[in-house]
């Protein structure tokens, strides 16, 4: 997943514009962009896309930002939109695996009643949008077999700190986010699955885009996501692995190919271990799934 993609549920217009965007992921969302009053007919756009939807090709993966567990909308948005057959879930305001755990046990009960697989629904969680979240971000490791990425907010969270801004004039964020997007990239390496960036709201400046971007990719993030079609293609260049990039993964998976039983490889006057090639691995998977979508 290199881009994931925000549509208002309620907007039919908005979400076949965004279903062309090439985003990897659409985040069809009954959350923040949707009036309370809006809610039940977003709902009703949404399961009608996503049953439409699941009979065309090589399409992006269908979310769905269903509203945070304590909110009093959650079970009328699974219930509505469960039995259409969504990839997943973004769950909101995470506040650490027992979430995932709660989401996972509603889940399990609407795909039986829905004639599902078990376990065929994803669930990303959203683990930094409360400061309570801050402090179970070590629970989300064996939370559940659903869960497939995390992700973070500084939005939300700056809400719930009562911060006048989350950014400096500089437009890099001030340290309680830096702490926050910190702890998420480690977090997601505990749990071991990808860690997705937050949101980058100045959607017509693509120059500071790709800076935030190229950084994400830098510190270990695999995608980002994106409340504008104008920034899928900025993020899917930057986290697609470049040829070089996927040439030199290849190396070091050939290298403990032919010495399988090796700890360390000598490649081009550089000692490489095995955590190396486990980078590697996931490089080329990456890039693997980056060639899938064209």
Partial sequence: MRSLLFVPGDRPK????????????????????????????????????????????????????INALDSGFADADLDHVIV??????????????????????????????????????????????TAASLFQMGTYAGASHRLEALTWGAEDLSTDLGAETNRLETGDYTDPYRLARAMLLMAAANAQMPAIDTVFTAYRDEKALLKECEAARRDGFTGKMAIHPAQVPV???????SPETVSEAQAIVDAFTVHPEAGVVGINGQMIDRPHLRRAERILARAHLAQAKH
Wanted: net charge negative; aromatic share 4%.
């Fill in 14 to 65: 908005k979400i076949e514009k965004a279903f062309q965007s090439g985003a990897d992921l659409l985040l069809l969302d009954l959350e923040d962009s949707v009036a309370p009053s809006a809610k039940a007919e977003a709902r009703a756009i949404v399961a009608d896309f996503i049953k439409q939807a699941s009979r065309q090709s090589n399409a992006p993966k269908l979310y769905v930002r």
């Fill in 235 to 241: 993020i899917n260049d930057v986290f697609t692995p």
């Fill in 84 to 129: 259409s057959g969504p990839a997943g879930i973004l769950l909101p305001k995470c506040t650490g695996g027992m979430d995932v755990q709660h989401l996972s046990a509603k889940l399990a009960v609407r795909e039986a009643e829905a004639d599902l697989s078990d376990g065929a629904i994803r669930i990303i969680g959203i683990a930094t949008e």
